[in-house]
């Protein structure tokens, strides 16, 4: 059974840094795609960052040259390094693995940015 735990959420002041993590189980993580999405109180959920499983990876332009997708198979871990945060990057940020026709999401994590 596949299951995504997501880390590293937190309260950081505008300008500054986190780093998300995500840990999957279940035996498929190295080919699997892997995302982050992300949602923020009365929006609709967006795609921040994907990665693939040879490693290429695609950006919301809202957050390209802040924000660096990166996987570790042998950890079955992706991280999401954040830094020039904004107070816009606030949302609950979530991990995707896809893989084939299969969709998986973990609980979540919060990201807030005080200005």
């Known amino acids: 059974q596949v299951r995504l735990v997501e880390s590293g959420g937190g309260l950081v002041q505008a300008g500054g840094s986190l780093r998300l993590s995500c840990a999957a189980s279940?035996?498929?993580?190295?080919?699997?795609?892997m995302g982050w999405h992300r949602q923020a109180p009365g929006k609709q959920r967006e795609l921040v960052a994907t990665?693939?499983?040879?490693?290429?990876?695609n950006y919301a332009d809202s957050v390209k040259g802040r924000f660096t997708i990166s996987r570790d198979n042998a950890k079955n871990t992706v991280y999401l390094q954040m830094s020039s945060l904004k107070p816009e990057d606030t949302a609950v940020y979530y991990c995707?693995?896809?893989?084939?026709?299969?969709?998986?999401w973990g609980q979540g994590t919060q990201v807030t940015v005080s200005s």
């Open positions: 279940g035996g498929i993580f190295s080919r699997s795609n």
């Open positions: 990665i693939t499983t040879g490693s290429s990876t």
């Open positions: 995707n693995l896809v893989y084939g026709w299969r969709d998986y």
